[in-house]
């Protein structure tokens, strides 16, 4: 199989030599491009299976090369994940809304980019080296779509699984109940809120045998969180 190729757009030159080595490390093919001017002029010679763009770029934000990439018939299919130095709720709307894919924010650790990006590859049909990804013990292999915890099979169903790999790819962050619906249903599809709350229910009794469940935490009055630590 081909090595994926990935397109870094950052103009922080330590940053983007911090990502290309932990993909590359990770199998990637990786290019890079300091701005959007020569972030097009890599996507004319080559195509990407995925762009990684920074938010904050010399001569246009990258939100607005996302939506110039979104717009265009030619690269309209790439998958876009936005970096973003800005934690505020409002500019991670913007982002998927510009047509983003996912967004991480810095800082993040090369894990759990490279869990982000394969989590986009796969959505987007493009399946990348499988991913093993492990909290705490829990270990959800997004290649076979199982989950193990100490070598042992956690049982679980396709919308449970959907959900905890959410989760496990997005942990200490509060999403709302609306927030999940979007992550997990995806914005198209007409779910009640309260269906959430079941299948969070149904995640934690999966869990509950293998003393996993206090990691689906409610967060009172906001949504839920995925963390190993106490409120
Ligand atoms: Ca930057």
């Known amino acids: 199989m081909p090595a994926k190729q990935v397109l870094i757009v950052e103009d922080e030159r330590p940053i ?41 770029l010399p001569d246009m934000s990258g939100l607005e090369l996302t939506r110039a990439l979104k717009r265009d018939r030619e690269t309209r299919e790439l ?11 409002g500019d ?5 809304e510009g047509g983003a894919d996912d967004y991480v924010t810095k800082p993040f650790s090369p894990r759990e980019l490279l869990a982000r990006i394969n989590a986009v590859l796969r959505r987007s049909g493009t399946t990348s080296v499988d991913e093993l990804i492990e909290f705490d013990g829990l270990v ?6 199982r989950v193990t915890a100490g070598g042992r099979t ?9 959900m905890l790999e959410f989760f496990m790819t997005h942990p200490e962050r509060v999403y709302t109940r609306d927030q999940l619906l979007d992550r997990i249903w995806g914005g198209n599809v007409y779910v009640e809120e309260r269906t959430i709350d079941v299948h969070i229910r149904r995640l934690r009794k999966s869990l509950e045998d293998f003393g996993y469940d206090h990691l689906v935490q409610t967060v009172r009055g906001s949504g839920y969180r995925f963390s190993a630590r106490t409120a």
Not at 154 to 162: D, F, I, N, Q, S
Request: proline fraction near 4%; charge should be negative.
């Open 16 to 56: 983007r030599e911090m990502i290309a080595f932990g993909l590359k490390r990770a199998g990637f093919e990786v290019r890079e491009a300091e701005d959007c001017r020569s972030a097009r002029a890599a996507l004319a010679d080559s195509r990407p299976d995925l762009v990684l763009v920074d938010w904050m």
């Open 79 to 89: 998958p876009v994940i936005l970096l973003t130095a800005r934690a505020e709720e």
């Open 92 to 96: 991670k709307v913007a982002g998927l």
């Open 140 to 145: 959800l292999d997004q290649g076979s779509h």
């Open 154 to 162: 956690v049982a679980l169903g396709p919308t449970e699984y959907r």
